[in-house]
Every structure is written in structure tokens, then in C-alpha cells.
């Protein structure tokens, strides 16, 4: 199936700091989407891009859509302690088609 | 979100039996999709939905079923219950006002297969 490579794995990082991450695949993408999910939920959608090189924010977080349209970026910037979970991205080829996910980002914020 | 619920939350069963989940909308979103999410291998698609009665097979898809009699139900069946099917299973819709380039998700189901 599709792959798509989503790194780091996991960080542990200082409340307050900045926290990045990012995800390719060797296809190409028209939708990318970033979700966070809390342990024993579902995933939330945080951002959503539909188009090469575009930045979009929601509150601290901020995602790009690489200009390859083969990744794509989270920032999250100043982080908090309800930051905690797991994010994934997941890309969709063309509209109405399945979407495919990374494997997850776990990050964990040290007070 | 508020607009999917999926039940049972949590089911325990034994290898061969035959296990229903239900996913149910009030969204009226076009595409309603099953995944399993299991540790090292995030969320995978199991079938989807794109309208009523009309369905389509995602990566992992032997073993399981679907049906889509109205808009707002989608049923997973596990004709056979097996001890890899033990999961959590997540209902996603998409298709709405936000357009088809969006899914929301469920709060899960987790199943455990004995």
C-alpha cells in the first residue's frame, strides 16, 4: 500500500519551545491533512492544505504543502502541555479518493 | 465529533464468531469510511462508502464487510471474528459542506478478538 514516511517518530521536548515535523510520500498529493489524536480517541483534524506551497495556520500550529506536492510540514510553536498526543498527516491523490496516513508523530511536553 | 458515534465503544469476542460495528452520522456526508489503526502501522483503510449501497475495498479489506442501506449507517462485519482482527476501529465521514477533501473521525471501537 501507500507509504508515507512521517518523522520524527516521537519527541520530547520543553514546554515553550517550538516543535516540527513532516511527512513524505513518493507520490504526489493534491490534499494533505494534519490530525492529532488523544490516547483512547479518535483523531481530530488540526489543518487542512489544498494546494502546492500553501501555509495555513490554526492558532500556534501552522502547516505548509510542500511545492513538490510529495510533503508536507506541521509547526507547532510555543508548546503546551495539552500539546501531548500523536499527529498524523494523511494525503489524498485526487478528490474522493481514499487518503492515506503516517504512521504518527508522538510528542510528549516536559513542563 | 459530536455529528459520529460508533458503537459498541469496546466488545470482546471469540475467534469465529461473527461481530457487527455500527457507525452512524448525522452530517448527511457523502463518503463514510472504516479504518483500523493498530501500533506500528497507523490507520489503515478498511472499505469505504461513496453513496448509498455503494462501496469499495481499501488496503485490508479480507475478512471484513460493509453495508450502506442509508445514508447515515455504515456497518463493519467481521464474518468470522479472528484473533488478528483484534483492533480499534475508527468510523471517519467526509464528503460534506467542507467539501470531499475532508474526514472527520469517531471515537473509536475497540474490539478484542479471544
Known amino acids: 500500500g501507500q507509504q508515507l514516511n512521517q518523522s520524527p517518530q516521537s519527541m520530547f521536548i520543553q514546554e515553550g519551545e517550538d516543535v516540527s515535523m513532516n511527512c513524505t510520500s513518493s507520490?504526489?498529493?493534491?490534499?494533505w491533512l494534519w490530525y492529532k489524536q488523544d490516547p483512547g480517541e479518535g483523531p481530530v483534524l488540526l489543518i487542512a492544505l489544498y494546494k502546492a506551497g500553501e501555509l495555513t495556520s490554526n492558532g500556534r500550529l501552522t502547516a505548509q504543502f510542500g511545492i513538490t506536492r510529495k510533503d508536507s510540514f506541521l509547526n507547532i510553536s510555543a508548546s503546551i502541555p495539552s500539546d501531548v498526543g500523536i499527529y498524523f498527516c494523511?494525503?489524498?491523490?485526487?478528490?474522493?479518493?481514499?487518503?492515506?496516513f503516517g504512521t504518527g508523530t508522538s510528542l510528549t511536553v516536559i513542563p | 465529533d459530536a455529528g459520529i458515534t460508533q458503537s459498541p465503544r469496546h466488545k470482546v469476542t471469540e475467534t469465529g464468531t461473527p461481530v457487527t460495528l455500527r457507525c452512524h452520522q448525522t452530517e448527511n456526508h457523502r463518503y463514510m469510511y472504516w479504518y483500523r489503526q493498530d501500533p506500528g502501522h497507523g490507520l489503515r483503510l478498511i472499505h469505504y462508502?461513496?453513496?448509498?449501497?455503494?462501496?469499495d475495498k481499501g488496503e485490508v479489506s479480507d475478512g471484513y464487510s460493509v453495508s450502506r442501506s442509508k445514508t447515515e449507517d455504515f456497518l463493519l462485519t467481521l464474518e468470522s471474528a479472528t484473533s488478528s482482527q483484534t483492533s480499534v476501529y475508527f468510523c471517519a465521514i467526509g464528503g460534506g459542506l467542507a467539501g470531499d477533501n475532508e474526514q472527520f473521525f469517531g471515537p473509536g471501537t475497540r474490539l478484542t478478538v479471544l
Open positions: 462508502s461513496y453513496g448509498v449501497k455503494d462501496t
Open positions: 494523511a494525503g489524498q491523490k485526487n478528490t474522493g479518493n481514499q487518503f492515506y
Open positions: 507520490s504526489i498529493f493534491n490534499t
